[in-house]
């Protein structure tokens, strides 16, 4: 996992983490961190994790601070997001909190928007960069992937399964 000298994902990770936990807020890492803990070898980009619909807000102001982009929605045909979220700057790390109330991907593979489901009650724990996270299990972050089927994804898809 390369990232830039100037940033520390294990402080980020560790701060994000450890709001949530303060506040009782269940959450679930995926995206690259999540491919990473399962065997990728790819660069970290960033933190992406998601939340309970209704405990967006309070994550938003817990971490409102360390704001660099406001929550909102945010169509992202390009990488094939559709959803609300906020990015936060910590040590210099992009960790964005997505609320999965609406959220939509593009499946490369039906040519067409899909609902993206989050269950916040089946993750895989694993411990990483000093802390440890609930993932996105297995098979549904290599089904998320699939879907997206960025060169990225499929990347981390075949070094994950």
Known sequence: MNIDQQQNPSEALQWIVSLLNEHRIPFLICGGLAAIAYGSKRDLNDIDLFVPG???????????????????????????????????????????????????????????????EMDFLATESRYLLGTEIPLMNRAALIEYK?????PVDLLDIASIR
Do not use: M
């Not at 699939?146 to 960025?150: D, I, Q, T, W």
């Open 54 to 116: 209704k405990l967006f807000k309070k994550v938003v102001l817990l971490g409102s601070e360390h704001i660099r982009k406001p929550p909102q929605r945010y169509c992202e045909a390009i990488e094939g997001w559709d959803l609300e979220y906020v990015q936060f700057i910590y040590c210099g790390v992009k960790i964005e909190v997505g609320n999965p109330n609406g959220a939509k991907i593009f499946d490369q593979n039906n040519d067409k928007w899909t609902s993206l």
């Open 146 to 150: 699939r879907k997206l089927g960025r």
